[in-house]
């Protein structure tokens, strides 16, 4: 019981902070305590053989419970970005079509409004079409559009097919925790 009670407990402490983990992390805490207890009064009838792995486990719980409180946190974080990246606001997306060739380079424009009462960053996944397939893709990123306001965007890609087709496949809010995909 006692060395079951030190080795859970480190294990708490080591994973704790984990997004999403810690709710584990925090049962094999309490396990720890229990078995820290238990390991205690077993080591008083086996002459104190286990007495420093069961203290060991008691005193690093507290150290992995404040390990759980951060990887609360730290959950609420992740969470707060991936839905912030997966429903960017109310908006309302113009395409410019059809999209422009010149020289080899598909240009497709348009404009987004932020429909709601806060400043929002886009990213627009836009696709480019040749006869048959997708030739190409790209992410365009707008920053900073405020409430009610109005922002351009731009995507060219070179493509050496013709005809082409462009469309908007997704509009995401900010990539999570500023990560940048390209």
Same mark, same amino acid.
């Given at each position: 019981? /006692?060395?079951?009670? #030190? ?12 997004? =999403? ?20 009064? +077993?080591?008083?009838? %086996? ?18 419970? /404040?390990? *759980? ?21 109310? %908006? ?6 059809? *999209?422009?060739? !010149? ?14 009462? %806060?400043? %929002? ?6 696709? =480019? #079409? ?7 893709? !790209? ?11 109005? +922002? ?13 087709? *462009? ?16």
């Amino acid at each position: 019981m /006692a060395i079951a009670s #030190f080795i859970i407990a480190i294990s708490a402490v080591v994973v704790g902070w984990v997004p =999403f983990v810690f709710v584990l992390a925090a049962a094999a805490t309490i396990t720890a305590i229990v078995f820290g207890i238990l390991g205690l009064k +077993a080591a008083r009838q %086996h002459d104190g053989y286990g007495r420093g792995f069961a203290i060991a486990g008691l005193v690093l719980s507290p150290v992995a419970l /404040a390990a *759980c409180v951060g990887g609360f946190y730290f959950t609420k974080a992740v969470v707060r970005e991936l839905r912030e990246f997966a429903d960017p606001g109310p %908006h309302e997306l113009i395409a410019d079509q059809p *999209c422009t060739v !010149d020289d080899g380079r598909v240009t497709f424009t348009g404009t987004i409004r932020n429909l709601d009462d %806060h400043t %929002h960053d886009y990213r627009i996944g836009v696709e =480019f #079409f040749g006869v048959d397939e997708r030739v190409a893709s !790209d992410t365009v990123a707008v920053f900073d559009v405020g409430a009610g306001q109005t +922002a351009p965007w731009s995507s060219s890609v070179e493509i050496d097919e013709s005809p082409i087709d *462009c469309k908007v496949t997704d509009v995401f809010g900010p990539a999570p925790f500023d990560l940048d995909q390209d």
